[in-house]
């Protein structure tokens, strides 16, 4: 900037007198957040106001004093550390997290409105030898019972990386200490969810909740011998600290108040200076992930890694797998053969075109074993791509009098195990395929086929599922079939190809040799169809010889099949 000054000299004078005075305004480009705070036009900074009784407690803050500052208790931490800072109605105020509601409009340290207020189970408890218990049948623990839509929240905070966490919660109907509407419903059945969330405690809308951290298929099925549930800490717990939550909830329908017992086990993998790492120790974890299911697998923790359990094959006879997070479940593959031979070829895993394979004798448990409510059975087919179709249709076994009864609820899933994928479940899943049609009925039938949008998956799992409220065991067969469309078209090729070798004659004669005299059977059809069947004769040789990759392969797979049953 330039400041010129234009002077005007008095007569008799070499020198005028002057004062030049320079005012900025450092506020007039910027302003503060209006009703905030004010700019000081010396400095250019906004002073942010203060709250009437607490001078010294700034209400905003930010450059530009558009941040709210709730008052922190005398800890120092914001919201009392179970909720954020927002701005409501031009105030700051908390808005607390679940399982917390504020107090004076700025501490989020009250249970929510009905609810217990959430316990907080320090680090140190939980990476010891026994882990953190909590019932509430425990002395001290009384009136802890989980009436209807109640829960209870378990707040951690993890310093250490990598952690690895598991969460057991057994549950039973509750036997005093709830209220009356619970009371009035003591023959019922409890019900509950036992959800691990991170940074808040479950959102009653499960707008929050995950899947991958809490035991969905065990809430779905009315579990209450165990629900399971395993998550670890990220990186950024070493640096900032990072916090979960464990939900115990009673659901609204349930039928019971719920009393439950808790256990919280964790366990870390380290790594010194020199990058050598040590793995976590399994004996640290649930029963159920520790052992994997008592030895059906492997339980490893390696550093960073986040599969727990490794699932063996049957050590008996090697005739089925062990799988699932905890290994706790059998997969058969079909058709049946020895998963610990390594002598099986490719044609003996996979199916045969236009066979059908039926449960108990070509896959399967040998000796039929009902399915009692809330059991699954599954199985595992490797088709490689390699057909036109799978056909699985699952019948029921039972007395005409249970199946007229309408007490059966079972259900057929087929579901893509491309890539790894994880066995079919009640969860939602739009790779799930069910007959739902059928699931009213006596039967049930999938069809999966090839086509130009969809080609048919290398691998599938078929579950049977006999649903928790069913009122009777599952007695089914289930049958699996595949089948090849061009197969058809290979058989009319073969059965066209010597009268159209004949037809092509025909036409050659009546063309170039028409001295020749062939027999009676070609003169009785006209020159016309012999151009027609002509026509069929290059068609059919052009699509055998075009078919689809697929073919040749089958048509391979049932000479080697029977060559190797031979």
Not at 77 to 106: H, M, R, W
């Amino acid at each position: 900037m330039y400041v010129g000054v234009l002077a005007q000299l008095k007569k008799g004078s070499a020198t005028s007198n002057y004062r030049l005075e320079l005012k900025i305004d450092k506020c007039n480009d910027f302003s503060c957040t209006v009703g905030n705070g004010n700019c000081n036009t010396a400095t250019g900074v906004c002073e942010c106001n203060t709250y009437p009784d607490q001078p010294d407690q700034p209400m905003w803050q930010g450059s530009s004093c558009n941040a709210p500052v709730c008052p922190a208790p005398a800890s120092g931490i914001e919201c009392s550390g179970n909720g954020v800072c927002q701005e409501i109605d031009g105030k700051p105020f908390c808005a607390c997290y679940p399982g917390y509601k504020k107090l004076n409009n700025t501490l989020c340290e009250l249970a929510a409105d009905g609810q217990l207020l959430p316990i907080s189970v320090m680090e140190n408890k939980i990476m010891s030898e026994s882990g953190y218990v909590f019932s509430t049948r425990f002395k001290g623990n009384e009136k802890t019972s989980l009436g209807l839509g109640k829960y209870q929240m378990f707040k951690m905070t993890f310093s250490t990386k990598f952690t690895t966490v598991t969460v057991n919660v057994t549950g039973e109907q509750a036997v005093d200490g709830v209220d009356a509407a619970a009371a009035a419903l003591q023959n019922g059945r409890p019900d509950m969810i036992v959800a691990v969330t991170d940074k808040t405690g479950l959102k009653m809308d499960f707008d929050n909740i995950d899947l991958n951290t809490m035991d969905y298929e065990g809430w779905v099925a009315r579990d209450l011998e165990s629900h399971d549930a395993l998550f670890k800490t990220s990186e950024k717990a070493a640096t900032d600290g990072e916090t979960w939550y464990v939900t115990v909830l009673s659901t609204a329908y349930a039928r019971s108040a719920l009393d439950y017992k808790l256990t919280i086990k964790g366990t870390k993998a380290d790594k010194d200076s020199d990058g050598a790492t040590t793995n976590g120790d399994c004996t640290r974890l649930s029963w159920e992930y520790g052992t994997c299911s008592g030895g059906q697998g492997t339980c490893s923790l390696p550093y960073a890694d986040e599969k727990v359990c490794e699932c063996k094959i049957d050590p008996d006879k090697g005739l089925y797998k062990y799988n699932g997070k905890t290994c706790g479940q059998k997969v058969f593959p079909v058709p049946s053969y020895k998963l610990d031979d390594p002598s099986v070829t490719d044609s003996i895993k996979m199916l045969v075109p236009g066979k059908s394979y039926v449960s108990g004798k070509e896959f399967g448990e040998a000796t039929a074993i009902d399915l009692e409510p809330g059991n699954w059975d599954y199985y595992v087919i490797d088709s490689r791509g390699a057909y036109n179709s799978l056909t699985f249709k699952m019948s029921v076994g039972n007395s005409d009098l249970v199946k007229s009864s309408g007490v059966l609820a079972p259900l057929l899933l087929v579901k893509s195990a491309e890539g790894g994928g994880s066995l079919p479940t009640l969860e939602t899943d739009p790779k799930t395929l069910f007959d739902f049609e059928g699931s009213r009925t006596n039967e049930q039938t999938i069809v999966v086929e090839n086509t130009e949008n969809e080609k048919i998956a290398n691998r599938y799992y078929v579950a049977v599922y006999n649903q928790r409220y069913s009122g009777a065991a599952l007695r089914y067969t289930l049958t699996i079939s595949s089948s090849l469309a061009n197969s058809v078209r290979c058989l009319c090729c073969c059965l066209l190809l010597p009268l159209c070798c004949l037809l092509f004659l025909y036409n050659l004669k009546v063309f170039f040799f028409p001295y020749f005299s062939p027999p009676p059977f070609f003169l009785s059809f006209p020159v016309i169809f012999s151009f027609f069947f002509s026509f069929v004769f290059l068609c059919s040789l052009f699509s055998l010889f075009s078919s689809e990759q697929a073919d040749l392969r089958i048509l391979s797979l049932q000479l080697t099949h029977i060559r190797v049953q031979r």
